[in-house]
C-alpha cells in the first residue's frame, strides 16, 4: 500500500470518528482499488457499476449459469472507492446510528472488499435488497452450491472472523 492510500483512509477515518487504533484492532485485511476496473451491467437501480475484468467475466457466467437453472440474480452492488464508503458511514452517523453499529455490519473505509474490484452484493426477485431473507431464496441456495464453481465465495457467514453481520448476499470473487 502506498503511503498515499493509507494517509487517504487515515483521514476518512478521523472525519468519521473512528480510532486511530482501528488499523491495529481491525481484523480485516487493507483493501485497495485494482489496477483495471471494467463497466458491467448496470446494477437492478440502473446505477453504473465496475468490476475487475476477471471479476467480470465470472460474474457474468454464474448469472447466465443460474438463468440457464431458472434462477434469477441481479447486481446490487459492486465495485465502491473508499470516499463512497465513507458516505455511507456519514450518512448512518448523520442519522444517528453509533459507529460501533455502524462497523458491525459495514467494513470502515479501505477495508470494504467492494474497494477490490471483486465483491458484488446480489439480489434476486421477490426478495427485499440486502436483507437477511435472501438466504431463504432459490438464487442463495443456487449460490451455495455452485458459487465456488465461478471462484466466488460468501465473504460473511454467521460468525464470521471478522465480527462483521451475516450477509447472505455478498460474494467475493477469490480466484
Known amino acids: 500500500m502506498s503511503d498515499s492510500y493509507l494517509s487517504k483512509i487515515s483521514e476518512l477515518h478521523e472525519l468519521l470518528g473512528i480510532p486511530a487504533s482501528f ?48 434462477v434469477v440474480i441481479h447486481l446490487i452492488s459492486a465495485y465502491r472507492d473508499p470516499d463512497y464508503q465513507c458516505q455511507i458511514f456519514k ?15 459495514n467494513a470502515a473505509p479501505g477495508y470494504s472488499e467492494h474497494h477490490t474490484g471483486r465483491a458484488i452484493d446480489l439480489g434476486t426477485l421477490d ?32 460468525d464470521n472472523a471478522h465480527g462483521i453481520g451475516y450477509e447472505p448476499w455478498h460474494w467475493c470473487f477469490m480466484s
Open 127 to 158: 426478495c427485499p435488497a440486502l436483507e437477511t431473507e435472501f438466504e431463504k431464496t432459490p438464487a442463495f441456495a443456487w449460490l451455495s452450491e455452485h458459487a465456488g464453481t465461478f471462484g466466488f465465495a460468501l465473504s460473511y457467514p454467521r
Open 23 to 70: 488499523r491495529e484492532e481491525c481484523s480485516m485485511p487493507l483493501c485497495h482499488t485494482p489496477a483495471q476496473l471494467v463497466a458491467t451491467e448496470p446494477d437492478y437501480y440502473g446505477r453504473p457499476q465496475q468490476l475487475t475484468p476477471e471479476a467480470f467475466a465470472a460474474w457474468s457466467d454464474m448469472k447466465a449459469a443460474a438463468a440457464r437453472d431458472g
Open 91 to 105: 450518512r448512518k452517523l448523520d442519522a444517528g446510528e453509533p459507529l460501533a453499529a455502524i462497523l458491525r455490519v
